[in-house]
């Protein structure tokens, strides 16, 4: 967001009405593109050149977009300055003279509608396994959308990482990356979906297990019909059906009763 | 501008939050409108009549609790403090902790499975219905508490029968 704000200021893009990251995003391109002819950086194109032969451009771009953002907070890992002297000013007066105007109040508005909704309070006031949702979802958004907007690629390994420890949880996050597939299939950057970056964030999701439980929640689900779990050291040797769960309560410590609950075997008498 | 997220916020802690007093909460819409907010209401009173219930077997050693949701189950094992016996569920991942032990001849009952389980002892008696004095109808709110005996056949026969995922 803080990202966004700055980069606002110092595009020659016009002032936002909506805070419609996509356009914003590209209009700032846009104008990097215009100048790359007379502004191009040694540091940035061998940057690029380094990564894979298909994203090349658009990482100049990424990093250059980047570098007209953060020179202009005088970040310490920015470059040198000259895209900031090329960059009109008019966005930046009109931003100052009129700051209500500026997309951050929608930018606050969205987040305080998904503080205080309904359901954050709901799900954030009873503990479900909902509840951890509030943090994934947002988690893994942003992971991708460093990955596509700032041209880091490596935030789809944190994505993947995010993703498939979700999945211990609850499933519904597979609704999130099937929407983001599919968003990224019909608007792009398609090449994306390809990438070995996206490819390797999958790796995460198959860890561990059988070759026929790639995904942790089907190894949970297998493991569960078997009376044990996963996440139990004795999970590799499962007990007896239901045999190794006592009707006492010899193991009421916690971890004991979360592990009977989990149908671990029960500590004996 | 921030009349309109304050009324949404406003909004939307009474629907969520437990900020309607419990003694008025029945009368609104809201356990209509989010059924979180009455799941809330009445756990330790259920869990007290159940109580009342096991105790009133008597000393009978191998009696469990079968609870028809994870809700019942764990409040029950929440609130009983080592005064009641222990608890099973068919629900979820609770059936995979499995069923009571084979002594096990007696059950107390509660919630809406007791159906599924009558057929499978000799006779089950409603000992009485959870309520939670408030008023306020939840999921639990008028489910009979019953105490079934004589058991027909194995747990491993019963237990898949009392299983389910929801």
Not at chain 1, 105 to 132: C, I, N, P, R
């Amino acid at each position: 967001m803080m990202h966004c704000g700055v980069w606002e200021r110092s595009s020659t893009a016009p002032r936002m009405t909506a805070p419609s990251l996509g356009r914003h995003t590209e209009e700032g391109f846009r104008a990097i593109r215009r100048r790359r002819g007379v502004n191009l950086r040694g540091g940035a194109r061998t940057r690029s050149q380094v990564g894979r032969s298909g994203e090349a451009l658009d990482n100049t771009v990424h990093d250059e977009a980047r570098q007209v953002s953060s020179s202009s907070v005088g970040n310490p890992r920015s470059g040198p300055r000259v895209m900031r002297s090329a960059v009109p000013r008019t966005a930046d007066q009109q931003s100052h003279s009129a700051p209500w105007r500026r997309s951050t109040g929608s930018k606050g508005l969205a987040a305080w509608e998904y503080a205080f909704g309904s359901l954050t309070l709901s799900m954030g006031h009873v503990f479900l396994t909902a509840s951890v949702d509030l943090f994934v979802w947002p988690a893994v958004i942003l992971a991708v959308m460093r990955a596509l907007l700032r041209g880091r690629p490596w935030w789809w390994l944190v994505a993947g990482t995010i993703a498939a420890l979700s999945l211990y949880n609850k499933f519904l996050i597979v609704m999130l990356l099937a929407a983001l597939a599919i968003g990224l299939l019909a608007l792009g950057p398609r090449r994306a979906v390809w990438s070995p970056w996206v490819l390797g964030g999958r790796g995460p999701g198959s860890c561990g297990g059988p070759p026929e439980h790639h995904l942790p929640g089907s190894q949970w689900m297998a493991a569960a019909d078997h009376g044990c779990c996963p996440v139990c050291p004795q999970c590799r040797q499962c007990p007896p059906p239901h045999v190794a769960v006592s009707a006492s309560d010899a193991g009421s410590a916690p971890g004991a009763v979360l592990g009977r609950r989990f149908g671990c075997p029960a500590p004996s008498p | 501008m921030t009349g309109g997220p304050s009324a949404a916020s406003v909004v939307g802690a009474v629907i969520s939050l437990p900020v309607i007093p419990l003694g008025v909460l029945g009368q609104t819409a809201i356990p209509g409108i989010n059924s979180a907010t009455p799941d809330q209401v009445g756990w330790p009173a259920y869990v007290d009549q159940v109580g009342e219930v096991v105790h009133q077997q008597g000393e009978e050693d191998d009696l469990v609790i079968l609870a028809s949701n994870y809700g019942e189950a764990g409040a029950i094992d929440r609130f009983r403090e080592g005064q009641l016996p222990a608890v099973y569920s068919g629900h979820n991942a609770l059936y995979s902790s499995g069923p009571p032990a084979e002594p096990v001849k007696a059950v107390v009952v509660v919630g809406a499975m007791l159906e599924k389980v009558r057929p499978y002892f000799a006779g089950c008696t409603i000992a009485r219905s959870l309520d939670n004095g408030t008023d306020v109808d939840n999921e639990e709110q008028g489910e009979p508490i019953a105490v079934c005996t004589g058991r027909l056949v194995g747990w491993n026969s019963i237990w898949p029968a009392l299983r389910h995922l929801d």
